[in-house]
């Protein structure tokens, strides 16, 4: 799944009296950081570009009916701790079954509606899946199976295009600084410590990460992409790593946003050569007010590390 735009956090879902999950839910500091909270169900509400989320009681849910403003339709539905969902094997259902923990969300663009993106589920006992451990698993990929009509309200139940040996991949819940430290390690042994990695300028600190609901966001530079994608893929593999956004500088891009950045200014004649971040400018131009332009462009480009000016200004005829 892509990460959508975003800042992102979990609405957890409580139970009365002792949860039978281990530590759930989570007692995090404070409850991991980004805007967390505990809810004793979650509605979510159909739109056109995903279940909007919104955290609260176990009322039951009124029909949303239809809004053209933001494209919601009439489907709503109500998530508490005693939702169960089957998982689905070759499309049909078995004994496998998960109950909800959470509701992974993302304030999508930062302009206020959450939009779900994660569940939090854990095996049922009996279930053929394993330790009741929370675990991860994409909204997209929930579906409704039988929906049973009762007044103005509906009962549906819910299932997973999950297999359950697809189950097994899924990257386990944990708290972000738990996966910072993970994502760090998995950086320094399979990133930094390859022979992949082969610019010996672009040092450990110069690839960093943050972690925010799972989010690994890379932030820094890489001499050339397939060093980010090769970040990118151990990361995901890391436990407890939900996505990865990348927001690495490459050095290989900066020569063209270089000369773009040039070209818009009308100096498009230089030569430009790009080595670890540093910049060379080579040519000739009029005057030494374009000598000193040509440098200042191209030291606004973003990852540039420095500038050599090698440009000379043309003799007068």
């Given at each position: ?127 053929g899946l394993g330790p009741r451990r929370p675990v991860v698993v994409p909204v997209d990929d929930m579906v409704l199976g039988e929906y049973v009509e009762q007044g103005d309200r509906a009962v549906a139940a819910l299932d997973l295009r999950i297999s ?154």
């Amino acid at each position: 799944m892509h990460p959508m735009n975003g800042p992102v956090r979990y609405f957890f879902l409580i139970t009365h009296g002792k949860d039978d999950v281990h530590n759930w839910p989570p007692k995090l500091n404070p409850l991991a950081g980004p805007g967390n909270k505990v809810c004793a169900a979650v509605r979510l509400h159909l739109e056109n570009i995903g279940w909007r989320a919104e955290c609260g009681n176990a009322a039951p849910v009124e029909s949303a009916g239809t809004d053209g403003g933001n494209g919601a339709t009439s489907l709503a539905l109500l998530l508490t701790r005693d939702t169960a969902l089957g998982l689905l094997n070759d499309g049909k259902r078995g004994r496998a079954e998960v109950d909800l923990l959470g509701v992974r969300v993302v304030n999508l663009d930062e302009k206020g509606a959450d939009f779900a993106t994660h569940l939090v589920v854990a095996a049922l006992p009996g279930s053929g899946l394993g330790p009741r451990r929370p675990v991860v698993v994409p909204v997209d990929d929930m579906v409704l199976g039988e929906y049973v009509e009762q007044g103005d309200r509906a009962v549906a139940a819910l299932d997973l295009r999950i297999s359950p040996n697809d189950y097994e991949t899924m990257p386990p819940f944990m708290g972000d600084e738990a996966i910072e430290r993970l994502a760090k390690d998995t950086l320094a042994r399979r990133v930094f410590a390859s022979n992949a990695y082969s610019y010996g300028q672009i040092r450990h600190q110069d690839m960093t990460v943050e972690v925010q609901a799972g989010r690994v966001s890379l932030h820094g530079r890489a001499a050339l992409r397939s060093e980010g994608e090769q970040a990118v893929a151990a990361l995901m593999q890391t436990p407890g790593v939900v996505e990865v956004a990348d927001h690495l500088l490459y050095v290989e891009d900066l020569q063209e946003k270089v000369e773009e950045a040039l070209a818009a200014k009308g100096l498009d004649d230089l030569t430009i050569l790009v080595e670890h971040a540093l910049v060379n400018l080579r040519g000739e131009v009029p005057d030494t007010k374009t000598r000193y332009q040509a440098e200042d462009i191209a030291k606004r480009v973003p990852g540039v590390r420095g500038v050599v000016n090698d440009i000379v200004v043309a003799s007068p005829v």
